[in-house]
């Protein structure tokens, strides 16, 4: 008779992982069937960590028993006692954190007992990338530069792609590292390093894989960083101006000379002719 009593009682949890975003609250779903009505004080919940079975929230004797809820969970967690009795153990959590993430178990007895886990996983978004060049000018197709790719605050790890103009994944040469902050959310930060070509275009995406959610920036590097150098542009007209100046000094030079040779050439001819006259 008492192992029918155990039976009587069966929970239902969600099969998939529950995502939730960081800083929102979550519902984690638990409902149990049962045959006979009871009073709430009949009823005891409890929720804990599945790992460490350390208490998340617990409900006995017609009320919250909090005593030995882990402080993290302090001030941020409810159960829907008006519903209670119909079979919805489900609880509140607000202000998830990415702390919060991992398996939940749900434990229910009325006249029988149950329990069954469900997995809680975050997400946060990431911003929009933004991409910085480097070196950032007198830059020249052949030169080799890093493009740096960074997207804050997001949750978990972002796949990154990196793409030329044409959409062809480039897999070469980069390199890409996480940071957490405090929160625990990342900073993701990607460097591509790459030759250029005349108009290059790159586009850094950044894919969330628990909320299917794609941040991508693209940047072409053209005329405006592509230049003439401007220090090497005035060298190069300073000295053409010196070689100009060079040269019509040289010229000026030359002209003097020839005529001096020429006048002298002429005062020779002169001398010359006098001799065969006195000769
Ligand atoms: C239980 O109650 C909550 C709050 O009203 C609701 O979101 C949830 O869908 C209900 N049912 C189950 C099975 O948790
Ligand atoms: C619920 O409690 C009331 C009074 O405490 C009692 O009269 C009633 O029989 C109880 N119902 C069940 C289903 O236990
Ligand atoms: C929870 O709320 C109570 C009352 O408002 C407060 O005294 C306590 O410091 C809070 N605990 C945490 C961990 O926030
Ligand atoms: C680029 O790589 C991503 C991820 O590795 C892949 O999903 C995508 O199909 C690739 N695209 C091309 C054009 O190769
Ligand atoms: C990667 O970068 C290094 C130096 O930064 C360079 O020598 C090498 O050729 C690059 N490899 C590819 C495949 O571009
Ligand atoms: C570079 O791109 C600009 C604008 O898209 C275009 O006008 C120019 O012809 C391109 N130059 C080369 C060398 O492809």
Same mark, same amino acid.
């Given at each position: 008779?008492?192992?029918?009593?155990?039976?009587l009682?069966k929970?239902q949890?969600?099969?998939?992982?529950?995502?939730a975003?960081?800083g929102k609250d979550?519902?984690l779903k638990?409902?149990f069937?049962?045959t006979?009505?009871f009073n709430?004080?009949d009823?005891?919940?409890?929720w804990q960590?599945?790992?460490?079975?350390?208490s998340?929230?617990g409900?006995?004797?017609?009320?919250? *028993?909090?005593?030995?809820q882990?402080?993290?969970?302090?001030n941020?967690?409810?159960?829907f006692?008006?519903?209670?009795t119909m079979g919805?153990?489900?609880l509140l959590? *607000?202000?998830v954190?990415?702390?919060d993430?991992?398996?939940?178990t749900?434990f229910?007895?009325? *006249?029988?007992?149950?329990s069954?886990?469900?997995?809680?996983?975050?997400?946060?978004?990431?911003t929009?990338?933004?991409?910085?060049?480097?070196?950032?000018?007198?830059? !020249?197709p052949?030169d080799e530069?890093a493009?740096?790719?960074?997207?804050y605050? &997001?949750?978990?790890?972002?796949?990154?792609?990196w793409?030329?103009?044409? &959409?062809r994944?480039?897999?070469?040469?980069? %390199?890409?590292?996480v940071v957490a902050?405090?929160? &625990?959310?990342?900073t993701?930060?990607s460097?591509?390093?790459?030759?250029l070509?005349?108009?290059?275009s790159?586009?850094?995406r950044?894919?969330?894989p628990?909320?299917s959610?794609? !941040?991508?920036?693209?940047v %072409?590097?053209?005329? *405006?960083?592509?230049?003439?150098?401007?220090?090497a542009l005035w060298v190069?007209v300073?000295l053409a101006v010196?070689?100009?100046?060079l040269?019509?000094?040289l010229?000026?030079?030359?002209? !003097?000379?020839?005529k001096e040779s020429?006048?002298?050439?002429?005062?020779?001819?002169?001398?010359?002719?006098?001799?065969?006259?006195q000769?």
């Amino acid at each position: 008779m008492l192992s029918f009593l155990f039976l009587l009682l069966k929970i239902q949890v969600p099969d998939l992982p529950v995502v939730a975003l960081h800083g929102k609250d979550v519902t984690l779903k638990c409902s149990f069937s049962h045959t006979s009505p009871f009073n709430l004080s009949d009823v005891t919940v409890f929720w804990q960590l599945t790992d460490t079975k350390r208490s998340v929230h617990g409900f006995s004797m017609g009320q919250d *028993q909090l005593t030995e809820q882990a402080e993290s969970y302090a001030n941020r967690t409810s159960l829907f006692l008006s519903q209670l009795t119909m079979g919805n153990a489900s609880l509140l959590l *607000q202000r998830v954190a990415v702390a919060d993430e991992g398996s939940y178990t749900c434990f229910v007895r009325v *006249q029988g007992h149950d329990s069954a886990a469900l997995l809680l996983q975050v997400a946060a978004p990431y911003t929009k990338p933004e991409v910085t060049l480097e070196p950032e000018s007198n830059l !020249r197709p052949g030169d080799e530069v890093a493009l740096t790719c960074v997207a804050y605050g &997001g949750y978990p790890k972002a796949d990154v792609i990196w793409q030329d103009g044409s &959409g062809r994944n480039l897999t070469d040469n980069i %390199t890409t590292s996480v940071v957490a902050n405090e929160q &625990g959310l990342f900073t993701m930060t990607s460097v591509l390093t790459v030759v250029l070509e005349p108009n290059s275009s790159f586009n850094c995406r950044l894919i969330n894989p628990l909320l299917s959610e794609e !941040r991508s920036i693209f940047v %072409t590097v053209t005329g *405006q960083n592509i230049a003439f150098p401007p220090v090497a542009l005035w060298v190069t007209v300073g000295l053409a101006v010196c070689l100009l100046g060079l040269l019509i000094a040289l010229a000026a030079v030359c002209r !003097r000379k020839i005529k001096e040779s020429c006048e002298e050439a002429r005062r020779e001819g002169r001398r010359k002719k006098k001799k065969q006259v006195q000769g």
